[in-house]
């Protein structure tokens, strides 16, 4: 089981409505943009790139012992820091700072309130691989939020909260009905 990440895709020229023509980049090189008037494409500024997901986490131990039953690779030991944080298949970090290290560059800072703002979704081989995982989950003493059902979207789903109500999706893709 990994997470599902997928590459984000090019706008055609003019897709947003700007005024600026748009290249699509070749591997190695830039995204370049021209103003129509302007002659031959020239790079204005590098596009920040996607790199990591960060997590305020208020039990370090509780959170990454969750994470770890989800397959992620975290090194022992690491509970016991204020900062964490894993390179996933594909290059993408996934970090977490614990209530302190948030505080010390952002003292007024509070844990949010309410439902998730964000979910990390899941991908499981098949249907019984996402009741397997929430089962296994929810028996170890981790919040189920929605149970496993069969979308209409074509995935068997369900939700569970991290240690830090965090929405976690487990899905796989339903088998075609024939």
Known sequence: MGLLIRKAAFLPPYA???PRAATPATPGRPFRSRHPTEGPPTVDA???RFDLIGMATT???RTLGFYRRLGL???PGAESQP???VTLPGGIRIAWDDAEMVRSFDPDWTPPTGGPRHSLAFRCTDPAEVDRWYAELTE????????PWD???????????DPDGNGVDLFAPLPEAG
Do not use: C, N
Request: proline letters at 6%; charged letters at 20%.
């Open 16 to 18: 947003d409505h700007s």
């Open 46 to 48: 590098m596009t920040p």
């Open 59 to 61: 039990d370090m131990a």
């Open 73 to 75: 690779d975290i090194p």
């Open 83 to 85: 900062h964490v944080e």
């Open 140 to 147: 170890a003493g981790y919040e189920g939020h929605l149970k």
């Open 151 to 161: 979308a209409f979207w074509g995935q068997r789903y369900a939700v569970l909260h």
